[in-house]
């Protein structure tokens, strides 16, 4: 005898469904709501590694959700005049200008430290 599978996965009214909280995808109420842990620090890191010696500064420890880190992220990037993206709750930003991205965070309220070297 089969066990009869409960969750809606898809609807043809609304299209696919999160398997979380079973609302349609355009309406998740789980991904509006995950807010990476923080200590309270932001704290803004080089990484070179994977990216052919290129370097980006990683910032991460804000505690938003992914549309606030967006938000951040795209006044970031106006500000310094480069690329950037979110990924797993921090901000990649295409550039070296560490001290340049610090002064805007502290600038909106955070406390920031410069990771690494």
């Known amino acids: ?3 009869k599978n409960s969750r809606l996965v898809f609807s043809t009214d609304s299209g696919k469904h999160c ?3 079973e609302f349609s995808i355009d309406n998740c109420q789980c991904k509006n709501n995950t807010v990476a842990d923080s200590d309270g620090i932001v ?6 590694k994977g990216r052919k ?3 980006v500064s990683i910032i991460s420890g804000i505690a938003l959700n992914d549309d606030g880190l967006k938000k951040i992220a795209k006044k970031l ?3 310094c005049g480069c690329g950037g993206s979110v990924k797993n ?15 805007a965070l502290e600038k909106d ?3 920031v430290k410069l990771a690494g070297s």
């Open 1 to 3: 005898m089969s066990k």
């Open 19 to 21: 398997p979380k909280c």
């Open 43 to 48: 704290r803004i890191s080089r990484e070179t």
């Open 53 to 55: 010696g290129k370097g």
């Open 77 to 79: 990037k106006q500000q």
């Open 89 to 103: 709750f921090a901000i990649e930003m295409q550039t070296d200008q560490r001290d340049k991205l610090k002064a």
């Open 109 to 111: 309220g955070y406390k």
